[in-house]
């Protein structure tokens, strides 16, 4: 039995990993805000995790086997953890994200190196050094400026800046030039599908929406394949990982990058409908899920670690077969 303790894990893949957890007879704790309630046999604390002297507090003298960090997005989330769990996590499993690996978000001369030969190669985990300088935050923690409202491409790199800042205090705390306290993990999430109303991201259910109604879907004139999990995978992969005892970051991806057009292919083809197409010009904002540039992730160094992911083509189907059945 583990002593397990989860920071969000209120909601989607997260309520499914805590379930898991409780189920396998581990002694799971919850910390979040109070914004809802945990499963039964699952404990609480309440806290804000932004909030260093009242997470301290909240805490007291426990300490755990295991921490899963599900909701942290910036470096000064990542400092506070840092402290504050040091000396009280024996492990350390931050729930981060594909989109650090974004090309579109990457800070200048930072972008995932790629084979000459062959440009369009899933990324690997070590494309991505979070140790060089462009990644150290250039003001304090705390004061990172707010992307405009109604700006989904800023907001999208203010997201995808959070995550890769937030990894590398985890690994090197600028003020700390040391290891981390406690042996690391961040697990770079695909995007997840999957859960009907569960999947508050409401990406999938667009698709549904508009194929359904024969509205056009909005894509590039060529777009590039990307990576998915389905949310119950993500879950195992996240309860799995909390089992192991490998550090530095790792790829969570199902096998298979499908392009808008085959996702709107299978929408259509669980639908019974015929999908319509909008090409967008170069530079403008699509759909979700259509990429004008080299998006996909490699999820070897999971599989050589003895993680069994399934195949995107395997669950999709029934993943938008969910989904239209939550939005009717």
């Known amino acids: 039995m583990k002593r397990i303790l989860v920071i969000g894990g209120s909601r989607y893949f997260g309520k499914s990993l805590v379930?898991?957890?409780?189920?396998?007879?581990?002694?799971?704790?919850?910390?979040?805000?109070?914004?809802?309630a945990p499963p039964?046999?699952?404990?609480?604390?309440?806290?804000?995790?932004?909030?260093?002297?009242g997470l301290r507090a909240a805490l007291g003298r426990r300490d755990f086997d295991v921490v899963v960090?599900?909701?942290?997005?910036?470096?000064l989330q990542a400092a506070v953890a840092r402290r504050?769990?040091?000396?009280?996590?024996?492990?350390?499993?931050?729930?981060?994200?594909?989109?650090v690996y974004d090309p579109a978000t990457l800070p200048a001369g930072s972008a995932p190196r790629t084979t000459p030969a062959l440009p369009v190669v899933p990324v690997v985990e070590g494309a991505l050094d979070l140790t060089r300088p462009s990644f150290r935050p250039p003001f304090p923690y705390g004061q990172e400026p707010a992307p405009a409202p109604g700006?989904?491409?800023?907001?999208?790199?203010?997201?995808?800046?959070?995550?890769?800042?937030a990894e590398a205090v985890f690994l090197h705390e600028p003020h700390e030039p040391h290891e981390p306290p406690f042996p690391f993990v961040s697990v770079r999430t695909a995007h997840v599908l999957g859960g009907g109303r569960a999947e508050f991201t409401g990406r999938l259910a667009h698709y549904v929406r508009r194929i359904a109604a024969g509205i056009p879907v909005d894509v590039h004139a060529a777009p590039y394949g990307t990576s998915f999990?389905?949310?119950?995978?993500?879950?195992?992969?996240?309860?799995?990982?909390?089992?192991?005892?490998?550090?530095?970051?790792?790829?969570?991806?199902?096998?298979?990058?499908?392009?808008?057009?085959?996702l709107c292919a299978v929408v259509a083809e669980r639908l019974g409908r015929r999908?319509?197409?909008?090409?967008?010009?170069?530079?403008?904002?699509?759909?979700?899920f259509s990429?004008?540039?080299?998006?996909?992730?490699?999820?070897?160094?999971?599989?050589?670690?003895?993680?069994?992911?399934?195949r995107v083509a395997d669950w999709l189907p029934g993943a938008v077969t969910e989904t239209a059945r939550a939005t009717e």
């Open 19 to 36: 379930t898991r957890m409780r189920d396998a007879g581990d002694d799971v704790m919850v910390l979040n805000r109070g914004s809802s």
């Open 40 to 53: 039964p046999g699952v404990g609480r604390l309440l806290a804000d995790r932004d909030d260093e002297a």
């Open 69 to 75: 960090d599900q909701v942290c997005y910036t470096p």
């Open 84 to 99: 504050v769990f040091a000396g009280r996590a024996g492990r350390y499993v931050m729930t981060s994200t594909m989109e």
């Open 151 to 165: 700006d989904t491409q800023a907001q999208a790199r203010a997201y995808a800046e959070g995550k890769r800042r």
């Open 229 to 262: 999990i389905h949310h119950l995978e993500m879950a195992d992969f996240l309860d799995w990982t909390a089992r192991q005892t490998f550090t530095g970051p790792v790829n969570a991806a199902s096998h298979g990058a499908p392009d808008v057009l085959a």
């Open 275 to 288: 999908p319509h197409h909008r090409v967008v010009e170069a530079g403008a904002d699509a759909s979700p």
């Open 291 to 310: 990429f004008d540039r080299p998006y996909a992730m490699d999820n070897g160094r999971a599989t050589a670690l003895g993680f069994a992911f399934g």
